[in-house]
T-cell receptor
Framework: KQEVTQIPAALSVPEGENLVLNCSFT??????LQWFRQDPGKGLTSLLL?????REQTSGRLNASLDKSSGRSTLYIAASQPGDSATYLC????????????FGTGTRLKVLA | EAQVTQNPRYLITVTGKKLTVTCSQN?????MSWYRQDPGLGLRQIYY???????DKGDVPEGYKVSRKEKRNFPLILESPSPNQTSLYFC??????????????FGEGSRLTVL
């Protein structure tokens, strides 16, 4: 059964720091992996989608990598800003024929001004 | 603007009183899904739909019903709500076959409290 884990559950960093959020999954049989951002009281905003054949995706200050064989993905945020404060969720799409994403419980990030 | 719209955003109700949470998307997406989010458990899929009149159970379907009569709408129905259905609910949609594109677009969420 696929499980997704995100460590740490919470993280505080000073503004300007580069940081890495981690996501691990137990079964490498996935179609893709998606990173989301969730602000309090808001829905989930898609940040980056990595297909299983890709190694990384970049958008602005964000870079996500995928290592399927080791069951790991990282989200790199460069030059963090207070506006980056949010909960970051990763989710995997198993290729077992089910039509769903399996989510981690997220990392709550606080960037201090 | 491309979006997924849920209503109501907040609702307090009592045990047993039927309610419907509506979801509508304006992106002509085939795939739609409902998730619930609970502390410590993350998001779990309730139901999904691959297209009009095609729906199937997710991981936690008990106590819920859905319908997909039109492509843009995917309402979630709680026939007899119970306190364990107190949760934050999200509707999501995606274009084409989920396995190929997979990018999910989420609504703003509906916070439901059942007393």
């Amino acid at each position: 059964k696929q499980e997704v884990t995100q460590i740490p559950a919470a993280l505080s960093v000073p503004e300007g720091e580069n940081l890495v959020l981690n996501c691990s999954f137990t079964d490498s049989a996935i179609y893709n992996l998606q990173w989301f951002r969730q602000d309090p009281g808001k829905g989930l905003t898609s940040l980056l989608l990595i297909q299983s054949s890709q190694r990384e995706q970049t958008s602005g200050r964000l870079n996500a990598s995928l290592d399927k064989s080791s069951g790991r993905s990282t989200l790199y945020i460069a030059a963090s800003q207070p506006g980056d404060s949010a909960t970051y969720l990763c989710a995997v799409r198993p290729n077992s024929g089910t039509y769903k994403y399996i989510f981690g419980t997220g990392t709550r990030l606080k960037v201090l001004a | 603007e491309a979006q997924v719209t849920q209503n109501p955003r907040y609702l307090i109700t009592v045990t047993g009183k039927k309610l419907t949470v509506t979801c509508s998307q304006n992106m002509n997406h085939e795939y739609m899904s409902w998730y619930r989010q609970d502390p410590g458990l993350g998001l779990r899929q309730i139901y999904y739909s691959m297209n009009v009149e095609v729906t199937d159970k997710g991981d936690v379907p008990e106590g819920y019903k859905v319908s997909r009569k039109e492509k843009r709408n995917f309402p979630l129905i709680l026939e007899s709500p119970s306190p364990n259905q107190t949760s934050l609910y999200f509707c999501a949609s995606s274009s084409g076959q989920v396995r190929w594109t997979g990018e999910l677009f989420f609504g703003e969420g509906s916070r439901l409290t059942v007393l």
